[in-house]
Each structure stands twice: as structure tokens, then as C-alpha cells.
């Protein structure tokens, strides 16, 4: 047949997948066209429509950078990361909950001793983060790389300023655990902030006047051989906005209470220069396999 009705197209076109060789991007892009074209019928899309969105998707793309993910944070917004996260970590019994990676895992977490202030150039309230990683049942893991990052006190990230290609990272780096599974680090409180607005997700959001906020919170990604990789944070408890997350992202299991502390000393024994907060929170491995995300910017064959 060379002449196609609305829905005899579509049959073609799911044919014409027919002999692909690989069974599961067969069966993704079938069901993948079926999805984009019940959805061109149930809205009727305009040509005018499908032009903007061909080009709402070119300027995704071209916003895109090697350390800048446009696409990453359109996923994101419309809560197909999270959903992608829901469908892969079904059962996460006695094991922390994840989270999105989210466009800002980006360039080299450098192996950093604990008890270092990763933050020690920037204002704010100061924070030490005490933490440990075990298996579900509560055995440390020693040895474990826990790659951390999170915004300034003023809700932005090092990659987005321009001073990082000279500066390097900041409010970022790895620590290993020690024999306890234990690491600890100084930090600052991060903020709430808002995700970058100046590309077309941010001209989405705000066309469609949804907030562009996401709760004050710490990345972490923890990545134990034998262990489901973690991709995670750990919310400040009594943010503003915890239940505005633009990207979904918040589950209760991941908010943590910081406590607010006058102790001359931090819990490693060192002094600190004045009121401080602090942050406790342990990571329970599932056991498993699986391929931990390469930082953005970092090329696989240079990742760790
Ligand atoms: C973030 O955590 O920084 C983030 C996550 C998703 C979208 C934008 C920002
Ligand atoms: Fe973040």
C-alpha cells in the first residue's frame, strides 16, 4: 500500500521497525512512535504547533555545552527523570532513596581528606556534614567513593559561574570512606535556588507560571562495587519551598533535619569560628550492579 489513513500510518510506520535486530530498541521505538502519534490525533496538532516544538528542541540542543545539559533539565521539569528513577528502583527496601542526578554532576570531584571545608571560599552559614555508608543491614562499607556536590548561598553552582574553567570546583568533591564507612566534611548551608531560566526550559516555566524552584539540598552519589550505584540528596528540613520542587524530586526519607550548634569544637575536634549546623545522614546500599553516571565535562576514559 503507498497511501496511508491516520491510523493505518501508524501501523506502517511500527512495521517498518519490524526487522530491527535488537528486540528492546525494536519494541522502544514502536511503542515510542504509538505514544507520538496518539498524541499528534488527541490534540490534533497544529503545524504551527509541531513548528515550535521542532524548534523549542533545536534550541534545547543549542543550548546544550559539555558541562551545560538542556536536555537533562527538560527531562527533568516534566518529571521524566523521576519516573525513570521511580520505574528502575522499585523495590527499595531498607535501602536510601534516590533521586535525580540532575545537569549540574559536572567535572572533576577530586579526592578530598575528610573534615575539609569544601566551601572554605564562600559566605554563609557554616555546616559539617557527618555521614556513613553501610548495606542495608547496617554493615560500614569501607573504601567507598561518595562524589558530593551542591549550590552556594546564593543557589548557584561553580559550573555555572564564569570563573570555573580558572577556578575549579567548588561546594564539590569526593571523599572515600574510611574502615567504619564513615566521612565527614565542612560545607556551607546551601540555599533554595531557582534552575536555570535563560534557555527555553526556563521559558517554559515561566510562560506556563510554574515555579522554578527547587528546596536547598546536598548531591551525593555514592558508588560501592557490588552496590546499585546511589544517586541522591539529603533536603535541608524547613525549606520554604520543600514542597516545590520544579523537578519532583523530593521524597521524606531524604529530608534532614540540620541542627543548629554554639559548640566551640566540630564533631572531628577542630575548632569553629562561630555558630555552626549540623547534618547527619546515613546511606544504605542495595545490592546489585549497575554503571554510576560520568560527571559531565569528564570524558568515561578520564572518570574514576
Ligand atoms: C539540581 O539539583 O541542581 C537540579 C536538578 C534538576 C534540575 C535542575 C537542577
Ligand atoms: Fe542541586
Avoid at 489513513?5 to 528486540?23: H, M, N, Q, Y
Avoid at 533545536?58 to 527538560?74: A, H, P, S, V, Y
Avoid at 567513593?145 to 564539590?172: L, M, N
Avoid at 557490588?226 to 520544579?246: A, C, E, M, R, W
Wanted: proline residues 8%; contains cysteine.
Amino acid at each position: 500500500m503507498t497511501q496511508f489513513s491516520e491510523t493505518e500510518l501508524t501501523a506502517a510506520v511500527i512495521r517498518s521497525f519490524d526487522d530491527t535486530p535488537d528486540p528492546r530498541a525494536k519494541f522502544l521505538l514502536q511503542e515510542l512512535v504509538k505514544s507520538l502519534h496518539d498524541y499528534v490525533r488527541k490534540t490534533n496538532l497544529t503545524f504551527e504547533e509541531w513548528d515550535y516544538a521542532i524548534d523549542f528542541l533545536t534550541r534545547t540542543g543549542q543550548k546544550c555545552t559539555d558541562i551545560r545539559q538542556e536536555f537533562i533539565l527538560l527531562s527533568d521539569v516534566m518529571g521524566v527523570s523521576m519516573l525513570v528513577d521511580a520505574v528502575n528502583h522499585r523495590d527499595r527496601e531498607g535501602a536510601t532513596e534516590t533521586t535525580v542526578l540532575g545537569p549540574f554532576y559536572v567535572g572533576e570531584h577530586k579526592v578530598t581528606a575528610h573534615g575539609t571545608d569544601i566551601s572554605a571560599e564562600l559566605e554563609g552559614e557554616r555546616m559539617f556534614v557527618q555521614s556513613r555508608v553501610t548495606d542495608r543491614g547496617g554493615k560500614p562499607l569501607a573504601n567507598v567513593p561518595v562524589d558530593v556536590w551542591h549550590a552556594d548561598d546564593d543557589g548557584f553552582y561553580d559550573s555555572q559561574k564564569p570563573t570555573f574553567a580558572t577556578q575549579g570546583p567548588s561546594s564539590r568533591a569526593r571523599f572515600i570512606t574510611d574502615k567504619d564507612g564513615r566521612f565527614f566534611f565542612r560545607t556551607i548551608v546551601p540555599c533554595s535556588y531557582p534552575i536555570p531560566t535563560d534557555g527555553p526550559v526556563g521559558e517554559m516555566i515561566h510562560a506556563t507560571k510554574r515555579p522554578a524552584l527547587r528546596p536547598a539540598h546536598v548531591h551525593f552519589l555514592v558508588a560501592a562495587p557490588g552496590y546499585q550505584p546511589l544517586v541522591t540528596h539529603v533536603f535541608i528540613g524547613g525549606d520554604p519551598n520543600i514542597d516545590k520542587d520544579v523537578v519532583f524530586g523530593v521524597k521524606d526519607e531524604l529530608i534532614a533535619n540540620i541542627e543548629k550548634r554554639t559548640d566551640p569544637t566540630m564533631p572531628d575536634g577542630k575548632p569553629s569560628s562561630g555558630p555552626w549546623h549540623l547534618m547527619t545522614y546515613e546511606f544504605r546500599m542495595k545490592p546489585g550492579e549497575g554503571v554510576a553516571p560520568k560527571p559531565l565535562g569528564v570524558k568515561a576514559s578520564e572518570a574514576a
